[in-house]
Nanobody, 119 residues
Framework: QVQLVESGGGLVQAGGSLRLSCAAS????????MGWYRQVLGEQRELVAA???????NYADSVKGRFAISRDNAKNTVYLQMNSLKPEDTAVYYC?????????????WGQGTQVTVSS
């Protein structure tokens, strides 16, 4: 069982910055791919950024150059630094943890943290 606890969401003006944190427990953190997703009410959850156990990253086109994902394996924590925020970044942001299994993989989710960007 993996537990993910997000923090760092809030209200910010357009052009501002926020840093989200996700603390993980219950698994071998350094082996897992971690990610951040976001969801607007009534829409599908979408990938924002992900980072593998090797440190490889990928980003949604809409956030490239503005957001940065990083991980601290010693603290079992993944971060999402969000700069130059836009109103369209407003969403609930979810942390994810992909745990490799003997046959396949399983994704755990955090409870979500609200990010609101005012214009």
């Amino acid at each position: 069982q993996v537990q993910l606890v997000e923090s760092g969401g809030g209200l910010v003006q357009a052009g501002g910055s926020l840093r989200l944190s996700c603390a993980a427990s219950g698994s071998i953190f350094r082996l897992n791919t971690m990610g951040w997703y976001r969801q607007v009410l009534g829409e599908q959850r979408e990938l924002v950024a992900a980072i593998t156990s090797d440190g490889d990253t990928n980003y949604a086109d809409s956030v490239k150059g503005r957001f940065a994902i990083s991980r601290d394996n010693a603290k079992n924590t993944v971060y999402l630094q969000m700069n130059s925020l836009k109103p369209e970044d407003t969403a609930v942001y979810y942390c994810s943890c992909v745990v490799p299994l003997l046959y396949g993989k399983y994704t755990y989710w955090g409870q979500g943290t609200q990010v609101t960007v005012s214009s």
